[in-house]
């Protein structure tokens, strides 16, 4: 198969090519080539000719682009990601083009991006790097607050929420509550009492989202769920950016009522992660007014980006790609 790989940046060319020379089948009968660009209206004809499309999270695999690849005789739409939010499932169904997706990928990469978020909020971490290169060695203002004792709330305890809940209710002692459609019985060997998601929120002082983005879970964080959180509570978001009101999140910072924000993902995130616009103006306000605040930290979606989850993805993508062609089906396929 010849397959047309988008969005890639060196990492990914690195643990995808090696994955692709340590595999003789993959070898002898495959082939990736490598695009920086994203998947998009405009780069679609760098899909000419190819059997494989190879995604990623930013990619846009609508109905129209699902129809032209399709038409261009594309087979197989392997994504690198979990998430699957940027795909027309339902598209992708009717036109009978299978998705598959790396279910799994070391859920410890992201649970463990999640809780150095947590403590770099809560223990300052970023402003007292910054004091001490300057050699400033004052502590004022660098008052933090213990996790040991505190109550965490997670929204979505699947594998990365899972994760999450052993570090921070074993490791650190947190008492932990959770809000999930399918409550999970490991969750709650782990001491998680769950509970809805109103009394979730009412009652942490760190709330972190970690379930997926759906049309039921889009602004899930909105002005109501805020006003009925905690004064000052720490809210995390490592999942996808629109599980959040961004502007909503905004107004709670600037009164106090969310004294923490700690973010991997952000709704528009498309237009600015995985690229140096270090010399460019920011065009996006929303983002721009996130970056003025002092107790806000954002991270450009790199919770996934450890050596271990990189080699994940790659030997699942070639898996999956393999048996595909192999077999015509893959058991990572995504249903609509
Ligand atoms: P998962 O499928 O194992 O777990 C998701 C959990 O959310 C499940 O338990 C599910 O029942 C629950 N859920 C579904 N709908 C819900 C709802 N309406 N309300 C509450 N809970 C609901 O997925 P995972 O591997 O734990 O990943 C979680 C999310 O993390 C992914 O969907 C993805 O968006 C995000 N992610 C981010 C990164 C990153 O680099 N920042 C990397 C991987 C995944």
Same mark, same amino acid.
């Given at each position: ?13 690195? =643990? ?13 009968? *495959? ?6 660009? *994203?998947?998009?209206?405009? %780069?679609? *004809?760098?899909?000419?000719?190819? +059997? ?24 197989? #739409? ?5 998430? =699957? ?24 990469? /992201?649970?463990? *991006?999640?809780?150095?978020? $947590? ?6 971490? =970023? ?13 004022? !203002?660098? /008052? ?6 505190? %109550? /965490?709330?997670? #929204? ?87 599980? $959040? ?14 004294? =923490?924000?700690?973010?991997? /993902? ?18 996006? +306000? ?12 954002? %991270? ?27 077999? !015509? ?8």
């Amino acid at each position: 198969m010849k397959i047309a790989v988008f969005s890639t940046r060196s990492y990914d060319r690195e =643990y995808l090519s090696a994955a692709a020379a340590a595999n003789a089948s993959f070898k002898a009968s *495959h082939h990736f080539s490598f695009h920086e660009v *994203h998947l998009q209206p405009e %780069t679609l *004809h760098l899909t000419k000719g190819y +059997d494989a499309i190879c995604a990623f999270v930013n990619d846009q695999l609508d109905r129209a682009t699902l129809q032209s690849l399709k038409r261009g005789g594309v087979q197989l #739409i392997a994504l690198r990601s979990a998430g =699957y939010n940027n795909v027309d499932l339902i598209a992708a169904n009717e036109l009978c083009l299978p998705v598959a997706r790396v279910p799994a990928y070391s859920p410890q990469a /992201v649970a463990e *991006h999640t809780v150095a978020l $947590i403590l770099t909020l809560n223990r300052k971490i =970023y402003r007292a790097y910054r004091q001490v290169r300057e050699g400033n060695f004052s502590l004022e !203002g660098l /008052v933090g607050f213990n996790l040991h004792g505190k %109550t /965490v709330g997670l #929204i979505g305890t699947g594998r990365i929420g899972t994760a999450v809940a052993k570090i921070l209710g074993s490791g650190f002692g947190c008492k932990l509550l959770g809000y999930d459609v399918e409550p999970n019985r490991g969750c709650r060997d782990l001491g998680m009492a769950y509970v809805s998601l109103t009394e979730l929120v009412a009652n942490s002082d760190i709330v972190s989202l970690h379930a997926p983005l759906l049309p039921n879970t889009t602004h899930l964080i909105d002005e109501q769920t805020i006003a009925l959180m905690k004064n000052g509570v720490m809210l995390i978001n490592t999942s996808r950016g629109s599980l $959040i009101d961004t502007q909503a999140v905004i107004d709670a910072v600037k009164t106090g009522k969310i004294g =923490y924000l700690g973010l991997d /993902v952000y709704e528009e995130e498309t237009e600015l992660f995985f690229n140096d616009r270090s010399l460019e103006v920011i065009p996006d +306000d929303v983002f721009s007014r996130l970056l003025t605040f002092p107790n806000v930290v954002i %991270t450009g979606h790199q919770g996934f980006l450890t050596k271990e989850a990189l080699e994940d993805i790659a030997e699942t993508t070639l898996k999956n790609i393999l048996e595909f062609a192999a077999t !015509g089906k893959c058991r990572n396929l995504v249903r609509a």
